[in-house]
């Protein structure tokens, strides 16, 4: 087993060797601009691009490769999604329904939109992450033209029911866009059936390269109107002019295939890796609660609050695992969580919060290692916590024998 072990899949993940094996020619001699029309270097960039384009498109079931437009991750996606739709229906109205866990990516550019006027709703969670299907139709007016809705949350790993929103937007003729960049290639992401009109995907949460993605526009039933928000050169179909990236996207492609191929095993085999982390953490300490839904979840996400320790000390002492925590300055933010803050736990358990993203390439070894160092570490922390055994006096003294029922509560 090798040290550090990896446990950060959700910012982002180690590029697949097969991968790296079918972008390589396309930094050397196949570097052709895919949009050179008169000679062959051209054209082979642009099959290269071509059949990119169409094993994205079969991932997400698109009904078509022409529905496919590359960018430069999820964030430029979201940001084509809401700002081009907000643009293209803004004769129809202003309002816009998203939900207070999305990414960054999402809120941050619907806080741009309130700041040119539009109207947003953003809708609250329960204390699993998921949204109210109820709240949502009850928020729809006359003036909506969009819902912006993850499928899988990047933190709490908690699946929204993607397709049940697909269905009311598609009844109230309201565009709907999905921030898939956790959920595509790791569980089954089906824009027909699930009537997703706009779809964000990032290549480097998929074991692809970072700097290039996709949005997913619909072309019929309905056709999506967007407007870019780059111009200069028209290249996909003018929705995101600039010089492909071959390379990126001959990767990207090739990571969607894989994941197509493989992701039934890798499901099963992360859901076991998963529970074998978390009933090992659950059983060998008190007082750790899991954040999220118990079933409705990502396969490799466990989220899981160690009471009376904080998150960023307990980092600090693992220096030997890559982890997230839900305190401020593990991330480019400032602020702690605001997706464990919208579950509505308190302070301390957000600051005590430790997030595991599990992938492709960790094995059981690294879970079981895993696992005794969380408990060494955080029965070390607590040890040097005058509030955590007054907590444990406490507890003894109430319940003495519901002490295990209480944990699992
Ligand atoms: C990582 C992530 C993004 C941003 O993707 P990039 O490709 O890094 O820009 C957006 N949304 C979610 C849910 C993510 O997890």
Redesign the pocket.
């Known amino acids: 087993m090798k040290i550090p072990v990896y446990l950060d899949n959700?910012?982002?993940t180690a590029l697949d060797p097969r991968v790296l094996d079918a972008m390589l020619p396309y930094f050397t001699e196949k570097f052709g601009n895919a949009a050179s029309r008169n000679h062959c270097f051209g054209w082979e960039a642009e099959a290269a691009v071509d059949e990119a384009r169409e094993q994205i498109s079969r991932l997400v079931r698109a009904s078509s490769p022409k529905e496919i437009i590359f960018t430069?991750?999820?964030?430029?996606?979201?940001n084509l999604a809401i700002k081009g739709v907000a643009e293209a229906y803004k004769e129809k109205g202003n309002h816009i329904i998203t939900c207070v866990t999305?990414?960054?990516?999402?809120l941050d550019n619907c806080k741009v939109l309130e700041r040119r006027g539009y109207g947003v709703t953003y809708l609250p969670v329960d204390v699993h992450g998921l949204l109210d299907i109820e709240r949502l139709c009850a928020a729809i007016t006359e003036r909506t033209i969009l819902i912006s809705i993850?499928a899988?949350?990047?933190e709490i790993g908690t699946i929204h029911p993607v397709k049940e929103i697909g269905r009311i937007a598609k009844q109230r003729g309201i565009v709907f866009h999905c921030?898939?960049?956790?959920?595509v290639g790791k569980i089954l992401m089906d824009v027909e059936e699930m009537g997703v009109d706009l779809l964000?995907i990032?290549?480097?949460?998929m074991y692809g390269p970072?700097?290039?993605?996709a949005l997913y526009v619909r072309s019929k039933r309905p056709k999506v109107r967007l407007n870019p928000i780059i111009d200069g050169g028209g290249h996909e179909r003018g929705l995101r002019s600039g010089t492909l990236n071959v390379p990126g996207i001959v990767g990207f492609g090739k990571a969607c295939e894989i994941a197509g191929r493989e992701l039934s095993e890798e499901t099963s085999r992360l859901i076991d890796l998963r529970e074998g982390l978390k009933n090992g953490i659950l059983s060998r300490l008190d007082e750790v609660y899991v954040n999220g839904h118990p079933a409705q979840r990502l396969p490799g996400n466990m989220n899981i609050s160690f009471a009376y320790v904080e998150g960023e000390s307990l980092l600090m002492a693992l220096k030997d695992i890559a982890l997230s925590s839900g305190s401020a300055c593990t991330s480019a933010s400032l602020e702690p969580s605001h997706v464990l803050r919208a579950l509505g736990l308190e302070e301390n358990l957000v600051h005590s919060s430790i997030r595991f993203g599990l992938g492709r390439f960790n094995t059981a070894e690294e879970v079981d290692y895993t696992v005794d160092r969380m408990v060494e570490e955080v029965s070390r922390l607590r040890k040097l916590s005058p509030l955590y055994e007054s907590a444990r006096r406490e507890m003894r003294r109430r319940q003495p024998r519901d002490l295990k029922a209480e944990q699992v509560s």
Not at 72 to 78: F, L, P, Q, R, Y
Not at 202 to 205: E, G, M, R, T
């Open positions: 959700h910012s982002t430069s991750g999820a964030t430029e996606s979201d999305e990414h960054r990516a999402v993850m899988a949350n990047n921030d898939g960049a956790q959920a964000s990032s290549a480097h949460k970072k700097g290039v993605g």
